[in-house]
């Protein structure tokens, strides 16, 4: 059934039941004036008897054929109550027709003599009243029932026109067509609501599906080197076996499907580390020494960085404390320190500050091939010939937005600059050091 029958219906319905109602009100209500007013004129007409009488004229002078009778009292016949009324309904042969008469009898003491003075006259019938109530419903409701299927078909064509071209634009929608849901602002709020919601939310599943495919796609690319490393090394080996090839030649093949191996670890840890960010499994936080845990991350880095002849300046302040789980803590200085020192220039340069307000990591490095804004996505490579897999920096996104930091990275004139900004955690830096400062072991996901 559509939507405006059930409307309709339901418009009818009630309607229905309310004029039922409004019928017995008004019946009670006429039937009640009716009975009131001729009561009060008859009484009054008794009245005007009984004063005649008082004043000495004779009640047949009075009567002439009038409806009233006038009986004189006995004394044990007197009433308590001043007045009666008596309503009768009976069948009149003369006329052939029920008919219902009302009776007004009061008492009065006239001169010392106790007379009933009774007056009665013909009213109209409840059945009558009733039948001229359900006569006019009947109308007023058969005109109503007529109006009100017009109007459903006719008006609602131009009420609802809105919602359903938002109908036929929504079932035309597919996500494959990678066509953004355009729809129109209609004038009623509801439907203007509705609208926006579904632009939002069509918008929403356009950007997820194309990030989920093209993750996929990366994901699929990136996996699928390293598999066919170790294909090529596999049949390498087992030709270097039958031709008895040297030992040389046979751990050089080893050592490449071991590296191979790694790589296909690495992306699955790190995978796995974004799946449970994403599944907030990192929610206990706990004091963190960022100053202590910076200088520790440094130093495990000083090998690496003698050997690529890089120099490093940093300018760390003292007794920095930050609410964060240790591990992302630990992962997070570890992949910006990791990718600054292997994107970096033979005899380049890191400079590393930390304040309370920020983390500014800067080093010398290639120009990237992509928009810096880029390389927070998830398998995006600064440079494509580069062996890292891409997800170190969405990673550390990952970590920032977990913990509401902001991250930016910036590349000029030859220098990288990433940006932490402690901005709505700034509650929690703390000055000086206490005792539940924990300083976790370095771990390192790129």
Known sequence: ???????????????????????GIAYYKVKSEIDEAEISRLKVYNDLMAQTMRNGVSPDTYLRGRPAEIKVLKQNEIPVNKYEVYEHTFYNTMLKHRECRLTVTSYYNINGTYYSICSYNYITKANEILTGLASSFIWIFSILFLLTALSARFVSRIILAPFNKTLKRIQRFNLKQKQRLSLPVPNAKELKALNSFLNNMTDKALDDYRALKEFTENASHELQTPLAILRSKLELLTESYLHGKDVDTVMSLICDMQNAIEKLSRINSSLTLLAKMENNEY???????LSGLLTETLNSFSELLEMKSISLSRNIYKGILLQLHPSLADILLGNLLSNAIRHNITNGTIEVHLTREKLVITNTGLPPEVPTSELFRRFKKGNKRSDSIGIGLAIVKQICDLNHFTILYDYANGWHTIQIIFDESIGALKAGI?????TPRPEFLH
């Open 1 to 23: 059934m559509k939507l405006v029958n059930k409307f309709t219906l339901w418009y009818l319905c009630i309607t229905l039941a309310a004029m039922l109602a409004g019928i």
């Open 434 to 438: 206490n005792d539940d400062v924990l």
């Open 283 to 289: 929610d206990d936080k706990r004091t963190i020494s």
